[in-house]
Each structure stands twice: as structure tokens, then as C-alpha cells.
């Protein structure tokens, strides 16, 4: 670490996106409300802790597409197979890490949904995509979020699958059929659908974000999609999609499990029922239906162009977004962090509220004091990335090896 810089320029390193940053320390913080503070209050009375769920982990997954192209984009500048090998090569390697590190924080909570086997999987499919050129990633994207809902559904209902609960550990290795089937449709980030996710932040990643014109028609589209997306999908429900539900679901009291009113506020936990075909109205938290996936991608963009603003509003004082920015920047560390302190403050006699404001701050200041003292990255980050700079440069070595020209 260049110790001679001052910590201003070790918070917010020049010519580092820190709007980016920004945007991960508050899907980051969304999450964390989501794990600690309880939805509903009194006489289910919904709280404002609910409109962070299903949005906070949706942003976290369009940020993975920007982490696909920010990753890969210095190393693919070139051209030549052995460059796209090498960046391949690399995402996989990112993705295996994270899937075992995912895998490993299942055996320590079972009251969390981890995202990150999930996670994983996204990065290792994500070098099929990488060729794609911008125009055809930003046409995927959308077309993926309405199709997938729909091929899923299809599946689900023709194989019988429903919704499973579980979160993914070492031993469930040992069932990869299930294991496969609950990662790609059934569990509760399921990757079919939400590869939409990682295209639009690939798409997003290759735009002109330098620009505050960009990031500015960026938060006037997201928000436009979140609101045209849900009210699309309140019209289908108050045009039959609300009466055929309620008639498959049978006499359930609101926001219990199983009934309407949690599937449309709280969450369905992943995917629908797949009982019928008017589930896919509903835009729901965690529902993967396409006015799910579309709501909240409308919420990512807009809250992704808002944070490239203040960015670049601030300039020169951009280190004052390092609150959020500076655990943006090792989402990783601070994520499975967070999985592990949980444990601890689940016994904690404190409120809900004094124990998000306790993850916050330790986030905060860990993150801070890291960069300031040790490195620009999260420890885990460190790890992940020295593993895929071994696997890049064993695919170079091993073409020039083969006497084949660097290019």
C-alpha cells in the first residue's frame, strides 16, 4: 500500500468509480436491514424496514455485473483467445471462491438466505456473456427478465418443483442434483432469472458513466421502469390476477405464510407457487416474476446513477461518501462479516434498530480503518484476487509455453 498518499486519495483513489462503491455499501446496508429488522410491527403493520426487501439484493446482483466488466475489461483490451481465456479462467476461479466461501457461512447461520453460492454460480456462467457486444447485452437483459419468470414456471410446474428454504452448505455437495435444481430455480436467489440481473450491470458497466448526463437519464429510466413495472402489475391483479389467486391459495389470514399479502409486500422467498400462471402478475419482493425483476432493476439503475452524481458533485471531497463507499469497496469482507456477527448479536437484549446501527458502524469503521492502514481491498478480496491473477497468468504462461506470441 502507497502509505506517501494522503487518506483522502486512500478513500477515494482518483479515477476509481466511487459511485459504484457507493451503490454496493448501500446494497450492503439493505441487506443488513432486511437480516435484522423485522417487517411488520404491531397488528402487521407493515414497517419501512420492508421497502429495502428484494431491492437491496437485486442492486447487489447488478453490481456483479459491473464487477464482471470491471474485472475482466484491462485483461480483454487485446485481442486473441488467450485473453479471453485467461479472463474466463479468472471469473471462474472468483466464482468457485465465492460459492465456498458461501458455502462455509451456511454452516454458520441457518436463518439467513446467503446470497453467495448463488452469487458464484452467476460469475462462473458469466464468461458465456462476455463477447457480447453492448447493444446485444442491453437488449438480453430485459428480454431475459420477462422470458426466464416464464421458462421457470414452465419448469417448475412440469417437474413439480416448489419453493426450497434451504441454505446451501459443504454437505449438500454430496446431492448436486438437488443442489443444482435448488441454485438454478428453486431457491431463494434463483439463478435462471436473476442472470437479467447480471446482464444489465454488464450493459450498465460499458456505458459512459463519467458522464452526469448518463448517470442523470439513468435515475429518470430506473425510476420510470420501478413505477411502470409495478403499476402494470397491480391493473393484472385488479383485472382477475388478484380473485384466481386468492381462489388457489384458500382462506389464509393476511401475511401468514403462503398468502397473498406476504407474497406482494414481504416476499415469496425466492419463486412463486407454481400452482398457476397468475403468480407471474405479481410484483412481489423475491417473487422472480418478470414485474419483480423489472421493478427492482428500475431501482438499481436509479439508485446506481444517483450515487455516480454525488460522486461527481463532490469531486475532490468524494472521500465524505467513504461511510458507504469504503465498505462498498470489499462487499465480500463486510457481507460475510455481517453473516458472522449475526450470530453473536441474535442474543443480543438490545432492539433490532440499536443492533443494525451496530453492524453499521463496524462495517464502517473496519472498512475505513483497512484502507487507511492495510490495503485498498478487503481481506477477502486480497485472497480472491491473488487467486485469479495465479489462474490468469498460468493460462498465459502456459500459451507462451506452447510458443504461441503474446499479443
Request: aromatic residues 8%.
Amino acid at each position: 500500500m502507497d502509505h506517501s498518499s494522503s487518506p483522502a486519495q486512500r478513500l477515494a483513489p482518483p479515477g476509481r468509480n466511487l459511485g459504484i462503491d457507493t451503490a454496493r455499501g448501500l446494497a450492503l446496508f439493505g441487506m443488513m436491514v432486511t437480516h435484522i429488522v423485522p417487517f411488520l410491527g404491531p397488528g402487521d403493520e407493515l414497517l419501512p424496514s420492508v421497502w429495502f426487501a428484494g431491492r437491496s439484493s437485486a442492486l447487489f446482483a447488478v453490481l456483479a455485473g459491473f464487477s464482471v466488466v470491471l474485472s475482466t475489461d484491462r485483461i480483454l483490451t487485446g485481442s486473441g483467445e488467450r485473453r479471453w481465456a485467461a479472463a474466463s479462467l479468472g471469473l471462474v476461479v472468483r466464482g468457485l471462491l465465492i460459492s465456498v466461501i458461501g458455502l462455509l457461512l451456511g454452516v454458520i447461520t441457518s436463518s439467513i438466505a446467503v446470497i453467495l453460492v448463488f452469487y458464484g454460480l452467476m460469475f462462473c456462467l458469466a464468461p458465456l456473456f462476455l463477447r457480447l457486444p453492448t447493444l446485444a447485452l442491453g437488449l438480453l437483459a430485459p428480454t431475459w427478465m420477462i422470458a426466464a419468470p416464464v421458462i421457470s414456471m414452465w419448469l417448475r410446474r412440469a417437474f413439480d418443483l416448489h419453493p426450497n428454504y434451504i441454505v446451501p452448505t459443504p454437505g449438500d455437495l454430496l446431492s448436486p442434483g438437488p443442489l443444482l435444481t435448488d441454485l438454478v430455480l428453486t431457491g431463494y436467489y434463483p439463478v435462471l432469472p436473476w442472470l437479467g440481473y447480471l446482464f444489465l450491470g454488464m450493459f450498465l458497466a460499458r456505458l459512459p458513466w463519467r458522464s452526469a448526463a448518463a448517470a442523470a437519464i439513468a435515475v429518470l429510466i430506473g425510476l420510470g421502469t420501478a413505477v411502470l413495472s409495478k403499476a402494470v402489475s397491480s391493473l393484472l391483479l385488479t383485472a382477475g390476477g388478484r380473485g384466481a389467486l386468492e381462489a388457489v391459495i384458500g382462506p389464509v389470514a393476511p401475511f401468514d405464510r403462503g398468502s397473498l399479502e406476504e407474497a406482494l409486500h414481504t416476499g415469496s422467498y425466492g419463486v412463486t407457487p407454481n400452482d398457476s400462471w397468475w403468480w407471474l402478475a405479481i410484483a412481489g419482493p423475491h417473487s422472480a416474476t418478470p414485474f419483480d425483476l423489472l421493478h427492482t432493476s428500475g431501482v438499481a439503475v436509479a439508485v446506481i446513477g444517483a450515487c455516480t452524481l454525488a460522486a461527481m458533485v463532490l469531486g475532490r471531497r468524494s472521500a465524505a461518501l467513504s461511510p458507504l463507499s469504503a465498505p462498498g469497496s470489499m462487499p465480500l469482507t463486510i457481507y460475510a462479516g455481517h453473516i458472522v456477527f449475526l450470530e453473536f448479536t441474535a442474543l443480543s437484549p438490545f432492539s433490532a434498530g440499536v443492533d443494525l446501527i451496530t453492524h453499521i458502524v463496524f462495517a464502517i469503521v473496519f472498512a475505513i480503518v483497512w484502507k487507511l492502514t492495510v490495503s485498498p481491498r478487503g481481506p477477502l478480496e486480497g485472497l480472491v484476487s491473488s487467486a485469479v491473477s495465479s489462474a490468469r497468468e498460468a493460462v498465459q504462461r502456459d500459451r507462451e509455453a506452447q510458443g504461441e506470441p503474446t499479443r
